[in-house]
Nanobody, 118 residues
Framework: QVQLVESGGGLVQAGGSLRLSCAAS????????MGWFRQTPGKGREFVAT????????YYADSVKGRFTISRDNAKNTVYLQMNSLKPEDTATYYC???????????WGQGTQVTISS
C-alpha cells in the first residue's frame, strides 16, 4: 500500500505564496508520476501539475503555468508544489496523487486546504 501525506496549506492574501509538500511511503515503484489536483465544493477535481519521478519532467494546467512549480526530492520521497502569485480562484482543497507507470492516479492523499483572501 501507498500512503501520501500532504502539508503546507493555509490562508494567505492574494499575491502571496505557499509551498505544499506530499510525503510518500509504503510500496515502491520502478516508474511513477506524482501530481497535484485541487477541488472546490460543487466542482470536480481539477488537474494542477504532475511530475515524472525518474526524469523530473513536469506538466502544468494552463491556469497555474508560470505561477506554480512542482518538484521532487528523491531522498525524501516528497513532492512539492511551490505556489506564487496566488489568486482567490486558487482557493481549493489540494490533493497529491501517485500513478504507477502510465496508469491512472490510484493513490491519493487526504488533502490540504488552501485559502486565498482578496
Amino acid at each position: 500500500q501507498v500512503q501520501l501525506v500532504e502539508s503546507g496549506g493555509g490562508l494567505v492574501q492574494a499575491g502571496g505564496s505557499l509551498r505544499l509538500s506530499c510525503a510518500a511511503s509504503g510500496r515502491t515503484f520502478s516508474s511513477y508520476s506524482m501530481g497535484w489536483f485541487r477541488q472546490t465544493p460543487g466542482k470536480g477535481r481539477e488537474f494542477v501539475a504532475t511530475i515524472t519521478w525518474s526524469t523530473g519532467r513536469a506538466y502544468y494546467a494552463d491556469s497555474v503555468k508560470g505561477r506554480f512549480t512542482i518538484s521532487r526530492d528523491n531522498a525524501k520521497n516528497t513532492v512539492y508544489l511551490q505556489m506564487n502569485s496566488l489568486k482567490p480562484e486558487d482557493t481549493a482543497t489540494y490533493y497529491c496523487a501517485l500513478a504507477e507507470g502510465t496508469a491512472d492516479y490510484e493513490y491519493w492523499g487526504q488533502g490540504t486546504q488552501v485559502t486565498i483572501s482578496s
